[in-house]
């Protein structure tokens, strides 16, 4: 059974220290995000996670989306769609991946890019994240250029389809759509849809979309999504896992959260392995990943990582 993360890990950025640093710095070359980025992908390592991310540590999810896209800018911290939503001319997040490949690779030659892995276990790579274009949308203020949110999802979803072809190419290992708004019951899921079929459409590598919150309501809407694997919560919203009973996955794999990660309490090992019996006595191994409920950007970095060992044994203890 593959392990893997949802994204994010707490963040420590480095301010410039040596002079050549400082130099650095004076001339706006200076990247103090690479030394966060460098840690989550060694602790991930580390922990003993089989796909890992970058650890998403420069902004927040919307924010970093918003800050780059035409059309969006994010001011006194609020998102806001301003105008005629257009792909941007560079990748927003690739740099950050291929930065993470390298220093994978640099670890264990495992972790080296994409070229023509399987998720099977055993596999190891590093995933591309992007937000999914329902989310940015609804996490943002509309002003003076779209009337309706469905259409600026449309616009948002062929940006973004962009960066799913910049991240494959960067080496992800497969690429995961964070779509959190999903099973609130605000978005219209005929739309949602429609706009990850567009984010996935022509990639050669494997996708995922992540739907955080209570599914009961949504998850057999999300079984029709183009996508290969469908991720959400079971640790901090145990009643999830009824969702799994007597269901068509329809050949769809799913991302099994088993650790809370709204609380720096650190799961005991018996405690995560009961919870995956009993996704793997309702779904089998074969279907399953697993990974924690969400991002862990929040947690301290002890609980994160410790959090992240706990699981590993605990699949370890189960396979």
């Given at each position: 059974m593959l392990t893997t993360v949802v994204g994010s890990y707490p963040s420590f950025p480095k301010a410039p220290s040596s002079i050549s640093e400082k130099v650095s710095s004076f001339f706006g070359t200076y990247d103090g995000y690479k030394p966060a980025i460098e840690l989550a992908v060694s602790d991930q390592i580390k922990a003993g996670i089989d796909i890992i991310s970058d650890?998403?540590?420069?902004?927040?999810?919307?924010?970093?989306?918003?800050?780059?896209?035409?059309?969006?800018?994010?001011?006194?911290?609020?998102?806001?769609?301003?105008?005629k939503i257009l792909p941007p001319q560079g990748s927003v997040v690739a740099s950050d991946l291929k930065f993470a490949i390298k220093i994978a690779e640099g670890i264990s030659k495992d972790y080296r890019s994409n070229?023509?892995?399987?998720?099977?276990k055993g596999v190891k790579g590093v995933k591309g994240i992007i937000t999914g274009p329902t989310t940015l949308v609804y996490s943002s203020r509309l002003e003076g250029f779209y009337r309706k949110k469905e259409d600026a999802i449309i616009d948002l979803a062929q940006a973004l389809k962009r960066e799913t072809e910049y991240l494959e190419k960067a080496g992800a290992v497969y690429i995961q759509i964070d779509e959190p708004f999903i099973s609130t019951g605000m978005v219209d899921i005929s739309?949602?849809?429609?706009?990850?079929?567009?984010?996935?459409?022509?990639?050669?590598?494997?996708?995922?979309?992540?739907?955080?919150?209570?599914?009961?309501?949504?998850?057999?809407?999300?079984?029709?999504?183009?996508?290969?694997?469908?991720d959400c919560e079971f640790a901090g919203i145990p009643e999830n896992i009824n969702v799994l009973e007597d269901m068509d996955l329809k050949g769809k794999?799913?991302?099994?959260?088993?650790?809370?990660?709204?609380?720096?309490?650190?799961?005991?090992?018996?405690?995560v392995e009961e919870l995956i019996k009993r996704g793997i006595d309702l779904i089998?191994?074969?279907?399953?990943?697993?990974?924690?409920?969400?991002?862990?950007?929040?947690?301290?970095?002890?609980?994160?990582?410790s959090k992240l060992k706990v699981m590993v044994e605990a699949v370890k203890g189960i396979d």
């Open positions: 650890g998403q540590v420069r902004a927040g999810m919307v924010e970093i989306f918003a800050q780059a896209i035409p059309g969006m800018i994010v001011e006194d911290k609020t998102p806001k769609i301003v105008g070229s023509n892995k399987k998720l099977e739309t949602a849809k429609k706009a990850v079929e567009i984010v996935t459409k022509d990639l050669s590598i494997h996708t995922a979309m992540h739907v955080c919150g209570d599914v009961g309501e949504v998850f057999d809407k999300l079984l029709n999504f183009n996508v290969d694997i469908i794999k799913i991302g099994f959260g088993c650790l809370d990660t709204k609380t720096d309490i650190v799961e005991k090992k018996e405690e089998g191994a074969e279907n399953m990943f697993t990974d924690p409920d969400c991002g862990m950007r929040m947690r301290s970095r002890d609980a994160a990582f």
